[in-house]
């Protein structure tokens, strides 16, 4: 399983549109819209290498309306929300 962050700089205009076409590609799993020095954060989730860089070159590029990217492989996941939802199953809160 590979994990990336992917950093989005986008049209002004366009963050909405830009948005809503990326979270349909398939391997996307989030779009964050966020302050800052960039206006979409995506989480991507695919099976393998290949799958990440067709994914990242070949389809997240071609949606109009980005200006600028930059992306991060993730190497490993550190997280207490995940593992808090797994053994949250079934209970109430």
Same mark, same amino acid.
């Given at each position: +399983?590979?994990?990336?962050?992917? *950093? &989005?700089? #986008?049209?002004?205009?366009? /963050?909405?549109? #830009?948005? $809503? $076409? *990326?979270? !349909? &590609? !398939?391997?996307?799993?989030?779009? =964050?819209? /966020? %302050?800052?020095?960039?206006? *979409?954060? @995506?989480? /991507?989730? #695919?099976?393998?290498?290949? %799958? +990440? $860089?067709? &994914? #990242?070159? $070949?389809?997240?590029?071609?949606?109009?309306? @980005? @200006?600028? %990217?930059?992306? *991060? @492989?993730?190497?490993?996941? =550190? %997280?207490?929300?995940?593992?808090?939802? +797994?053994?949250?199953?079934? +209970?109430?809160?």
């Amino acid at each position: +399983m590979g994990t990336a962050l992917v *950093l &989005l700089k #986008v049209k002004r205009d366009q /963050v909405h549109a #830009v948005a $809503e $076409e *990326l979270v !349909d &590609l !398939d391997g996307i799993t989030e779009v =964050y819209s /966020v %302050s800052g020095r960039f206006d *979409l954060v @995506i989480v /991507v989730r #695919v099976e393998d290498n290949d %799958s +990440m $860089e067709k &994914l #990242v070159t $070949e389809q997240i590029r071609c949606v109009e309306g @980005i @200006i600028k %990217s930059e992306t *991060l @492989i993730a190497f490993r996941v =550190y %997280s207490r929300h995940d593992l808090e939802c +797994m053994f949250a199953i079934g +209970m109430e809160r």
